[in-house]
């Protein structure tokens, strides 16, 4: 049971970093029973003020109350005391435990002499997933639940502490439809039954579609509240970005030409020997975008570094722009006219330490007018970085500056600005978009679309229906390994492929027997 409604109010919030202001006094109240929607770009302060809201970081300035009483909070479980409880984008759950034991971990039920009271736990998983609409079972195995689920797992743990405030980071980001559609059902059973919600988002259509109010973040600072009935999505990106924005991609219909990559008959192992993608065959031709869509952990990520020749081939074979590539190192395979914007910008596409003018030149730093022989061309690599920060918009104090001191869409026009500024026959892009504000992801598909025209093929791998409808001229669908596809864009809609990313096939979508080989 819900201890009591729960009111919060942020009053003068500031939190600085060196050299960075974060937050500059904030101010937010959240009313028991509402969804708050917090709206904002990359680097507005949204994270760092949910930090100090759940206790991870302290204020500089300001305070937080409690239902009008003034609180400190010096560590999260402060925080879950008083009611506030926080569902992070990258799930705090241990796979080796079941679910009733992630949800007891830290506030564990006993019996006497100390014995854990597993049967208890066990009941009240049920009890809530029965009285929220968040059906789990409590003797399974985290590892063996999909993401859906284990977000559900994790909604459930906050319940079992009692939140009164539940605060969702990007809780659609890693969804499918249908479990985004559940997901949203839940908030609203929440919501009447008295819990707040702080939901933080960059897509729009779920921020007018669930929230009561909307605040939105620029530059550390409150622009604007409103409520749905009085905005568009197109006031809200304006308001976050400080101009306005095109929603959605404007592209003409594809021109596509020759074959640019190959994949026949791939099978790939994953680091524990099971088989990730299993036996798929897809060509990608120039003038064209095929796009992959899937749920985080259907084989997407072992296909695209098979095909960069970062994980062995088991069996099959892979041609880019008239080269087998299949044995090929990722060196090799980059030389012959392929550019690669990985999933995980911070762990395989930037090398943080470094600064932003070497990172803009790793693929090609060996390379005139980068090096003479084995040594470096310091005015070469200086005059590039400046060229590409112009050209692609990159917001850093200067080239020198650290890469991993860059805000995250800021990051990824680093890695988007070094693959898309060398000579490239195909692109390969997974996840181009994660995480990033409706101004960088308006940027980055402009750029991908250009790249289109000019007659470069594209293969993009990602787990927004909403980017892979808006990009493809072909897709495709991952499930388990296996691929569906590809097939026209128009022949299937929003809900079938949504349908064939959760494991159901839908005839309306098939592909005919050859469209994987147009």
Do not use: C, W
């Not at 971990?105 to 998983?125: M, Q």
């Not at 059902?185 to 009561?212: C, N, P, Q, W």
């Not at 330490?353 to 060996?366: F, G, I, R």
């Not at 992801?441 to 909403?466: F, T």
């Amino acid at each position: 049971m819900l201890r009591q409604p729960v009111k919060l109010e942020l009053r003068g919030i500031t939190k600085s970093f060196p050299g960075v202001l974060a937050n500059d006094h904030i101010d937010l109240v959240v009313e028991p029973g509402e969804v708050h929607v917090l709206l904002g770009e990359n680097g507005a302060g949204k994270t760092t003020l949910m930090n100090i809201l759940y206790g991870l970081y302290h204020p500089d300035e300001g305070e937080i109350l409690v239902n009008g009483a003034p609180v400190k909070f010096q560590s999260p479980s402060d925080a879950i005391r008083m009611g506030i409880g926080m569902v992070h984008q990258h799930f705090m759950l241990i796979p080796v435990f079941t679910v009733a034991e992630n949800v007891m971990l830290g506030s564990e039920l006993t019996r006497p002499f100390g014995l854990l009271d597993r049967g208890r736990a066990r009941r009240e998983v049920q009890r809530l997933g029965q009285e929220f609409g968040l059906p789990v079972d409590p003797d399974a195995l985290v590892s063996s639940l999909s993401v859906g689920a284990q977000q559900r797992v994790e909604i459930v743990k906050a319940l079992y502490r009692q939140a009164g405030v539940l605060i969702l980071d990007e809780p659609t980001a890693v969804l499918t439809p249908q479990e985004t559609e559940e997901l949203l059902r839940v908030m609203e059973s929440l919501k009447h039954a008295g819990r707040s919600l702080v939901f933080i988002t960059h897509k729009l259509k779920e921020a007018m579609r669930v929230a009561d109010r909307i605040t939105v973040l620029r530059g550390g600072r409150v622009v604007g509240s409103t409520v749905p009935a009085k905005s568009t999505e197109a006031q809200l990106a304006a308001m976050m970005v400080g101009r306005a924005i095109r929603l959605g991609v404007e592209r003409p219909p594809a021109k596509p030409g020759a074959v640019v990559l190959e994949v026949e008959g791939l099978t790939v192992r994953d680091a524990r020997g099971q088989v990730a993608v299993d036996d798929v065959s897809f060509q990608v031709r120039a003038g064209e975008i095929v796009t992959v869509a899937g749920v985080q952990g259907n084989g997407q990520t072992e296909l695209i570094r098979a095909i960069m020749g970062l994980d062995p081939v088991a069996a099959g074979h892979i041609t880019a722009a008239g080269r087998d590539v299949t044995t090929s190192s990722p060196r090799e395979t980059l030389a012959s006219g392929v550019g690669h914007v990985p999933e995980d910008r911070v762990r395989d596409g930037l090398v943080s330490d470094l600064s932003v003018a070497e990172n803009l030149v790793l693929d090609t730093y060996y390379l005139p007018p980068f090096a003479r022989g084995l040594v470096l061309e310091p005015d070469e690599i200086r005059r590039n970085a400046d060229e590409r920060i112009r050209e692609f918009d990159i917001r850093t104090p200067s080239a020198s500056v650290q890469a991993g001191t860059l805000s995250g869409g800021n990051q990824q026009r680093v890695v988007v600005a070094r693959e898309f500024s060398r000579p490239i026959s195909l692109l390969i892009a997974s996840q181009p978009t994660r995480g990033l504000d409706v101004g960088s992801i308006e940027y980055i598909h402009e750029r991908i679309v250009k790249l289109r025209d000019q007659g470069d093929a594209v293969l993009i791998v990602s787990s927004d229906l909403d980017e892979v409808l808006a990009l493809g001229d072909r897709i495709s669908v991952m499930y388990r390994g296996r691929m569906e596809g590809p097939f026209d864009s128009g022949s299937a809609t929003r809900e079938e492929i949504g349908l064939m990313m959760a494991g159901t096939g839908s005839e309306a979508a098939s592909a005919p027997p050859d469209a994987g080989r147009p």
